[in-house]
């Protein structure tokens, strides 16, 4: 069946679950996690993207975050794109690191917040990466650290989360922690790792008498909410598939972009498309490459057609790119 479109507005609330391909390990020592939550928290906070929970595990890992005005595929093709390329160069391996498609569950906050946030915080433990909740307080690739106040980075929105729990902080962290001892003997991966009504536990019983009597709950297998959230949500994304531009485009845009920058700094498109690297013709076709992809989100391929160079070249244009937010000197000196 062909995959439905991503299920995204400004404000969405979205339970992602990145794994590796083949099942394989995405984190082979904690230099590879500290990379992660580095990266992660210089793009949530360049895309003005809010994180409420995390958990990095072996070959997966779980994020709780609401989307904003960019976007939750920017948000994500920023984070792995740049991370796999990390990745591959630092262990010296070569193909795609993550499945093709990453999962992610449109949630109603209403509903779900405190489950999300207590099941993702649980997964160290469920997983055997930590074997109490002592152990758990301390481990540091996961976001219950975060709210205990052990660590606070900028980029995780803790207060959102406390507040959820309640009125002070005091209040909010006895509330929190007694919330997460009592949800750790409740298994809730069949209810939260998918969307729909017919696999909430929460919802289970309503929906099944109103289906009993007819009155039938909308459902979609991306998202996790009521029958009228569903309806809404999918309601907000015909309308926004409906403004969408085609592929062809966003290629007519980013030629016209190639055109603007190369009028803009006296460079030739046959210059540009030359392969050459001397004088600003590097730092040109870093910010076009940077615009073709992460704005008009065309692939590295057809990127690279666009600016007359190899894929691979456009992919260490994107790792010198990443490498540079990450020390923050991107567009400091271009």
């Known amino acids: 069946m062909p995959r439905g479109p991503r299920l995204d507005s400004p404000g969405t609330l979205h339970h992602v679950m990145i794994r590796g391909i083949n099942k394989c390990q995405i984190f082979n020592d904690d230099d590879d ?67 093709n498609r990453y999962k992610s569950v449109v949630c109603e906050e209403e509903h779900y917040f405190r489950k999300l946030v207590a099941y993702i915080h649980l997964n160290p433990l469920r997983g055997g990466l930590v074997g109490s909740m002592d152990e758990l307080a301390s481990y540091p690739w996961c976001g219950h650290q975060v709210l205990l106040g052990r660590v606070k980075p900028r980029w995780f929105d803790r207060n959102y989360v406390l507040g959820v729990f309640g009125r002070t902080e005091r209040q ?38 109103r289906n009993v009597h007819g009155n039938h709950e909308m459902s979609d297998a991306r998202i996790l909410g009521s ?62 490459v940077d615009k073709l992809v992460n704005e008009r989100e065309l692939t590295l391929a057809e990127t690279a057609r ?29």
Request: glycine fraction near 8%; hydrophobic fraction near 40%; include cysteine.
């Open 306 to 334: 666009q600016l007359g160079v190899s894929t691979s070249a456009v992919n260490q244009i994107m790792e010198k790119i990443n490498y540079m937010m990450k020390d923050g000197s991107w567009k400091a000196e271009l």
């Open 172 to 209: 909010a962290l006895r509330s929190y922690t007694a919330y997460m001892h009592d949800e750790q003997f409740h298994d809730r991966e069949d209810e939260l790792d998918g969307g729909g009504l017919q696999r909430s536990q929460l919802c289970w019983s309503e929906v099944s008498s």
């Open 33 to 99: 996690r500290l990379d992660f939550l580095r990266r992660m928290g210089f793009v949530a906070e360049d895309t003005s993207t809010f994180m409420y929970a995390f958990a990095l595990m072996g070959n997966h890992v779980h994020l709780l975050i609401k989307s904003s005005a960019a976007g939750l595929p920017t948000f994500m093709r920023r984070q792995l794109t740049g991370y796999a390329l990390y990745y591959n160069r630092r262990h010296d391996r070569v193909g795609h690191l993550f499945q």
């Open 227 to 288: 029958g009228e959230f569903v309806k809404n949500m999918l309601s907000q994304v015909e309308k926004r598939i409906a403004s969408q531009l085609h592929l062809d485009e966003r290629i007519e845009l980013a030629r016209l972009d190639i055109e603007s920058i190369c009028r803009e700094t006296g460079i030739s498109a046959s210059n540009l498309r030359s392969g050459g690297r001397y004088g600003a013709l590097s730092k040109v076709r870093m910010l076009l």
